[in-house]
């Protein structure tokens, strides 16, 4: 199985700060990844697609970036509605795995 | 608007069956797969398997194989997320989520959850 090692796993931002999550897989998976976020409650909301596409309506505050085994989503201005737990997931062979989260608290 | 809508929060007894599901709308076309992920009690996301709607075809994480039931029913947009005999340890919340024929896994679309307590 791919192993997909994110860090921090959590980190304390302000609202307007730039923040970066880097997310690195066990062995090459290409692009073959997405970022999503979850907050208690409501339904994940997918961000990033192959590493670097945003999923239509996610505002251009996200932005990912990565290739092979090393990948990053950043944040360019945190918002409030920001503070959540953010995963990668990769979708390049089953199966399918995750980072184990980055929580970005205020 | 695209919406993949889950059933209800359930509580079962050990032993006991259950069938999750999740229904789509917003898309007509059956050109989609559908994931089953575990989230256990703090943040570990487990992916379970996924189903393609148009054709039932199924891959179960090996983790799970055996243990549960994916299946789809295309005429209603919906898949299926089945126990024959639940266990304590089943306790979880358990979200599906879309991803497009041609990319299977990169999902685009997430349930709201479904949250499973098994107890005695």
């Known amino acids: 199985d791919i192993q997909l090692t994110q860090s921090p796993p959590s980190l304390s931002a302000s609202v307007g700060d730039r923040v970066t999550i880097t997310c690195r897989a066990s062995q090459g998976i290409s692009n073959n990844l997405i970022w999503f976020q979850l907050k208690p409650g409501k339904a994940p909301k997918s961000l990033i697609y192959a590493a670097s596409s945003l999923q239509s309506g996610v505002p251009s505050k996200f932005s990912g970036s990565g290739f092979g085994t090393d990948f990053t989503l950043t944040i360019s201005s945190l918002e409030p509605e920001d503070f959540a737990t953010y995963y990668c997931q990769q979708h390049n062979s089953y199966p399918l795995t995750f980072g184990g989260g980055t929580k970005v608290e205020i | 608007e695209v919406q993949l809508v889950q059933s209800g929060a359930e509580v079962k007894k050990p032993g006991e069956s259950l069938k999750i599901s999740c229904k789509g709308s917003g898309f007509s076309s059956v050109n989609y797969w559908i994931a089953w992920v575990r989230q256990l009690p703090g943040r570990d996301l487990e992916w379970m398997g996924i189903?393609?709607?148009?054709?039932?075809?199924?891959t179960y994480s090996p983790s799970f194989e055996g243990q549960v039931t994916i299946s789809a029913d295309k005429s209603i947009s919906t898949a299926y997320l089945q126990w024959g005999s639940l266990k304590a340890s089943d306790s979880a919340m358990y979200y599906c989520?879309?991803?497009?024929?041609?990319?299977?896994?990169?999902?685009?679309?997430w349930g709201q959850g479904t949250l499973v307590t098994v107890s005695s």
């Open positions: 189903v393609y709607l148009g054709d039932s075809d199924t």
């Open positions: 989520a879309r991803s497009p024929g041609y990319r299977s896994g990169s999902h685009d679309y």
